[in-house]
């Protein structure tokens, strides 16, 4: 991934994406990152449409596959077919399935809800940044920040759940994430987003990102190696793992 990617300042990932007005929108307002979910959701997506989206993006975006327990060669055909620049995982995932598809890919995301047991173990998973959820991922829901203080390296977190225009700063000064992942916060209904609400958000994490500067406690950002020119799919001959008994159960279905 190029070294433009690193932002100057927090990450911001706009997630849930469904149209290219908004995808347009958001990168307009300078998100660093659009996010398209391939899981059940009312915002799911097509791969063929996220496709068209992407192809009329501009270069430096980051653009985020988000999938929940796919199988591991299904996640990297998708990724690969649509040509996208990280993939998150915000299922149960075990270990070793997000070490294969980490090795494959330049960014992997692994997405945890917050206190899970697990979250101690990130290192073994193999991807490059954490999320960390509310306790129901995609619901919207903020958690409580205390969860996620020194659980890792900020350098290394992306925080999520229920963050919205007035309350985003307040989890920025709290825990000095790496980044900030909204979607619903910045709806007018589920998968359309509003421009005021995605403006006043971005005023938001640039504000507090400025105090959190002068108090010296910006982390520096992760560093991200060059896209190295690698097909996903030129694996194809080896085995993808499928889920195995090391599963963790940490999310009942809603």
């Known amino acids: 991934m190029p070294d433009q990617h690193e932002p100057d300042g927090v990450f911001v990932k706009v997630c849930g994406i469904t149209s290219e007005a908004d995808a347009l929108l958001a990168v307009g307002m300078g998100a660093a990152a659009v996010g398209f979910i391939f899981a059940p959701s009312p ?3 097509a791969p063929a449409a996220v496709a068209d989206i992407v192809k009329r993006l501009p270069h430096e975006t980051v ?3 988000v999938f929940r327990d796919e199988s591991p060669r299904r996640v990297i055909d998708i990724a690969n077919q649509i040509g996208l620049r990280a993939v998150q995982l915000h299922g149960v995932e075990s270990i070793e399935d997000t070490r294969w598809i980490a090795s494959r890919v330049n960014w992997t995301i692994k997405a945890f809800p917050a206190g899970h047991r697990n979250i101690q173990r990130f290192a073994e998973y193999g991807a490059r940044s954490l999320l960390i959820d509310g306790a129901n991922p995609g619901s919207g829901e903020l958690f409580d920040w205390r969860l996620a203080e020194g659980v ?3 350098s290394r977190l992306i925080v999520s759940g229920g963050l919205r225009p007035d309350n985003v700063g307040g ?3 709290h825990l000095h994430p790496w980044g900030v992942d909204v979607a619903s916060g910045v709806e007018s209904a589920p998968g359309v987003k509003d421009p005021t609400k995605l403006r006043e958000f971005m005023a938001a994490v640039r504000t507090a990102e400025r105090a959190a500067n002068r108090a010296g406690r910006r982390e520096a950002a992760p560093s991200i190696q060059p896209d190295d020119g690698r097909h996903p799919t030129a694996d194809a001959d080896r085995r993808a793992p499928t889920s195995g008994p090391d599963l963790f159960d940490w999310q009942d279905e809603p």
Do not use: E, F, L
């Open 43 to 45: 915002r799911q997506m």
């Open 63 to 65: 653009t985020v596959g």
């Open 152 to 154: 890792v390296d900020p």
């Open 171 to 173: 989890a920025i000064a």
